[in-house]
């Protein structure tokens, strides 16, 4: 089994920065992609950042310039810089990760529990 665990939200003011983490840990043999979602309440699940495990990443058009995705490959960590927080940036956070089993033949889904990010005066 894979476990994720995020961490690094918590309430910001507008313009401000917060650097979520997620560390993935378990059986894992290979780690395809990492990535960061965000579920407004009511809404579908929706795709903030992604890395993949050749460092090609996929952000958000609406966050581009301010959100940054990165990976530690060696702690199995990928992280997601905020930076000019604006109050529609509020949302649980969830990491995401596409990762190979040891003894799996196939790549699996795995979701963190969330973490959340709230921006407001």
């Known amino acids: 089994q894979v476990q994720l665990v995020e961490s690094g939200g918590g309430l910001v003011q507008p313009g401000g920065s917060l650097r979520l983490s997620c560390v993935a840990s378990?059986?894992?043999?290979?780690?395809?992609?990492m990535g960061w979602f965000r579920q407004v309440p009511g809404k579908q699940r929706g795709l903030v950042a992604l890395?993949?495990?050749?460092?090609?990443?996929n952000t958000l058009d609406s966050v581009k310039g301010r959100f940054t995705i990165s990976v530690d490959i060696a702690k199995n960590t990928v992280y997601l810089q905020m930076n000019s927080l604006k109050p529609d940036d509020s949302d649980v956070y969830s990491c995401?990760?596409?990762?190979?089993?040891?003894?799996?033949?196939?790549?699996?889904?795995?979701w963190g529990q969330g973490t959340q990010v709230t921006v407001s005066s």
């Open positions: 378990g059986s894992i043999y290979q780690i395809y992609k």
């Open positions: 890395i993949t495990n050749d460092g090609t990443t």
């Open positions: 995401h990760a596409r990762v190979k089993s040891s003894g799996s033949v196939d790549f699996s889904d795995y």
